[in-house]
């Protein structure tokens, strides 16, 4: 119970403490009839580069995407390289780098939901968000060290990774709840 976010049930116990971090990641709903990435709470999301927030609405302390059709959500090789992309990278890695260097913070995996999150009311997680994560969680050798690590920056080790062989990463192990890779 120590690994799972805060709630009602377990904050009422005095051994929990809480290990790990949970993201909010951005769902996928359809809004008025369009097929629409959302972010949620609690984190606080950056403010959208020009380029993305043209075509965003702004919702709370939040942003919303719409897409064309629910294919293209789900299409991640054509969004990987979009600024979408960079900017929940960029997202990812500084909450990261806030928690590990100035929180002291270590981790041993990550954990991802790849379909929906169903304890948290079948949350459909934008998939371009979950294969940003393990971008950002296989390039942060910088951050997660390990015996892997041959010392490369992040920015060069993102560079890498299309290039490198699957087997042979660095980073965190990943650990996929319905035991499926969302990729």
């Known amino acids: 119970m120590d690994a799972s976010e805060a709630s009602t049930f377990n904050k009422a116990v005095d051994w929990y403490k809480g290990r790990g971090h949970w993201f909010s990641p951005p769902m996928i709903q359809y809004t008025n009839g369009t097929p629409t990435v959302h972010t949620t709470g609690p984190d606080l999301w950056p403010h959208l580069p020009p380029s993305i927030a ?3 609405t702004t919702v709370g302390d939040g942003w919303s995407i719409p897409f064309d059709s629910l294919q293209s959500i789900y299409t991640l090789q054509d969004r990987l390289q979009t600024d ?5 990278r960029f997202h990812i890695r500084s909450h990261l780098l806030r928690l590990v260097r100035e929180g002291g913070r270590r981790f ?3 954990v991802i939901e790849p379909v929906c999150l169903g304890a948290g009311g079948m949350v459909f997680v934008d998939p371009l968000f979950q294969a940003c994560m393990i971008e950002v969680t296989r390039a942060s050798g910088d951050l997660f060290g390990g015996k892997g690590w041959d010392g490369s920056s992040y920015e060069t080790e993102l560079l890498r990774l299309s290039s490198r062989d699957p087997g042979a990463w660095q980073g965190l192990p990943i650990i996929y709840d319905e035991g499926k890779s969302p990729a």
């Open 84 to 88: 979408l992309a960079k900017y929940y």
């Open 108 to 110: 041993g995996a990550l």
């Open 54 to 56: 043209s075509n965003a």
